[in-house]
């Protein structure tokens, strides 16, 4: 205990410098795959092991940032701590929902390589199914709230930010009556800038549980077809194959028909009106409708329709200077596209 205590005091003197090295590490493993034997898994082992790490890291900044009450906290963040405050169970939900995201590729390269495609098409279909019945839980736990992503709080304050408030505590007043804590005003600090951060805009004034509004009716059923989507089409692929249109041609479909759903029970609900999401539904809808991208990597269609048209790019350019770099690196994924599901597969 003595020692994670020495680090936490480590973590938060040098948060900027360690966010730094964790962004410059993350981007090395994009490049990794192709470099030398199983640089693929030791990639992936890499990029796992980060994140995890950031999740730990994430919950000490965090408790340095609600120990201050003059620092203002996000509207994601604060909708995702009240609900995980709220039900234990949606906290157990949400933590084994991102361990699950950060580590599923990992998982399946390490059964691909050791035990075959057999046993990696078993182990996808137990994290899909364990992945719809952990959002399922926090779907229900949220009151049939719309499931954002990432499931984890999110590290919305800069470290060095973070590291300077700390240092600039002498400057603070601290009221003998009431104990408010009041920072003083830097003389670098444009006044109209720090004047419009205290405004009160109605984001800031939302209880956390107004911050996302309640499924109902074709929305709810938009929202739980996005859930059951990617266990829908492992089931499919299982059932006639990963060269069948089929699974393809389901997956989209389901895809469509949960984002349609989903906006048209939002302008029901205000009469057709357009501004009828709040910011975070707005961000998250949104986030969907990019992963739908997703489908042009997946299954049939990049076999058939993607990979030979990225693979006839690589040719073209490997004499090209600075564009051969980019298609070699480009040229080493293209296989781990077809062979690993979770790079891949949006969920």
Known sequence: MEYLNL???????????????????RSLTYILPGRFHDAELASQALYAALNLIGLYHNSILRKAVQEDTNMEESAFNKYIRFWSSRSK???????????????QVLM????????????????IALLESLKVILRLVVFQ????????????LQRDVDPSTLTAHKKNNKNEWVGKRTGVVVSSLKPEVDVTEYLLS?????????????????????????????????????????????????????SIAIELISLISIKKGYEARNKGSRNNMMPLEKQEYHRRLKLILFNL?????????????????????????????????????????????????AS
């Not at 680090?7 to 590490?25: G, P, R, V, W």
């Not at 492992?234 to 990963?242: C, F, N, Q």
């Open 198 to 250: 205290k405004v009160l805009t109605p984001e800031k004034l939302r209880k956390p549980d107004q911050i996302v509004q309640i499924q109902k009716n074709i929305s709810k059923l938009g929202e739980l077809l996005y859930i059951v989507r990617p266990l829908a089409y492992v089931i499919s692929i299982l059932r006639w194959g990963k060269r069948s249109w089929k699974p393809w041609i389901l």
């Open 297 to 345: 990597m997946r299954g049939i269609f990049y076999l058939k329709i993607t990979r030979p048209r990225l693979e006839r790019f690589c040719n073209r350019t490997e004499s090209k200077p600075i564009l051969s770099m980019a298609a070699g690196v480009l040229r080493d994924y293209l296989p781990l596209w077809e062979q690993i599901y979770f790079y891949t597969s």
């Open 108 to 123: 399946e390269m390490a059964v691909l390589k050791k035990l075959g495609k057999k046993k990696q098409w078993q182990l």
């Open 7 to 25: 680090y936490e005091d480590f973590l938060l003197k040098n948060a900027s410098q360690i966010t730094s090295i964790e962004t410059s590490l």
């Open 141 to 152: 736990s949220t009151g049939q709230r719309m499931t954002l992503y990432p499931n984890h």
């Open 89 to 103: 169970l949606n906290s157990t939900a949400s933590v084994l929902l991102s361990i699950i995201t950060y580590t």
